[in-house]
C-alpha cells in the first residue's frame, strides 16, 4: 500500500537541485515516484511506509545537501 507524502523545502536553488533529489529519493526501497518542484520547493513522494518511512524520506534529502521537512497543512 502506497501514501503520498509532501516535503518541503526552502534551499532549492538550481534545477541540478531538483535531479538530485528525485534521484536519491527514487533510490529508497518502496518509493514509487519522487517529484521536485523547483519553483516551490515541494516534494511529493509516493511510497510504502513500510519500506521507507517518512523520516528515512527526510533524510535521503538531507543526504544529498538540503534540508527538508513534512509539509504541514
Same mark, same amino acid.
Not at 27 to 34: E, I, Q, R, T, Y
Not at 38 to 43: A, D, L
Given at each position: ?30 518509493? @514509487? ?16 511506509? @513500510? ?19 513534512? @509539509?504541514?497543512?
Amino acid at each position: 500500500m502506497t501514501q503520498k507524502t509532501i516535503l518541503r523545502s526552502d534551499e532549492l536553488s538550481c534545477p541540478s537541485c531538483v535531479h538530485k533529489i528525485e534521484k536519491a529519493l527514487n533510490a529508497l526501497p518502496g518509493v @514509487a515516484k519522487a517529484e521536485v518542484r523547483f519553483n516551490t520547493g515541494k516534494i511529493e513522494v509516493e511510497h510504502d511506509p @513500510a519500506q521507507s518511512s517518512v523520516e528515512a524520506l527526510v533524510e535521503a534529502v538531507r543526504g544529498t545537501g538540503y534540508e527538508a521537512r513534512p @509539509a504541514a497543512f
